[in-house]
């Protein structure tokens, strides 16, 4: 079973920036596709940016040129760095091993999010 846990969150200006840690359990780590997702009050929980094993990105429309998802295989760890924020990045950031091609999350456990709030 692996464990994700996320942090970094926090209040911020629109457009200010944040970044987004997410340290996962297991030796599957460097092996998956990890992805961010994004939950909004009231919205379904959507991918926001997908990087490969091999180092391949994805990225929704929305955040493309302003989001960048990055990995470190050797701690474990996934990234995503928010530049230029706007209120509608207002969400619960979580992460989770994912199918590349189609950004289906692996794991239907999910760790406890990290909160993102951008103000106006």
């Known amino acids: 079973q692996v464990q994700l846990v996320e942090s970094g969150g926090g209040l911020v200006q629109a457009g200010g920036s944040l970044r987004l840690s997410c340290a996962a359990s297991?030796?599957?780590?460097?092996?998956?596709?990890m992805g961010w997702y994004r939950q909004a009050p009231g919205k379904q929980r959507e991918l926001v940016a997908i990087i490969a094993a091999n180092g391949m990105t994805k990225y929704a429309d929305s955040v493309k040129g302003r989001f960048t998802i990055s990995r470190d295989n050797a701690k474990n760890a996934l990234y995503l760095q928010m530049n230029r924020v706007k209120p509608e990045d207002t969400a619960d950031y979580y992460c989770?091993?994912?199918?590349?091609?189609?950004?289906?999350?692996?794991?239907?456990?999910w760790g406890q999010g990290t909160q993102v709030t951008v103000s106006s």
């Open positions: 989770n091993a994912a199918n590349y091609y189609t950004g289906i999350p692996m794991y239907t456990s």
């Open positions: 297991g030796s599957i780590f460097s092996r998956s596709a």
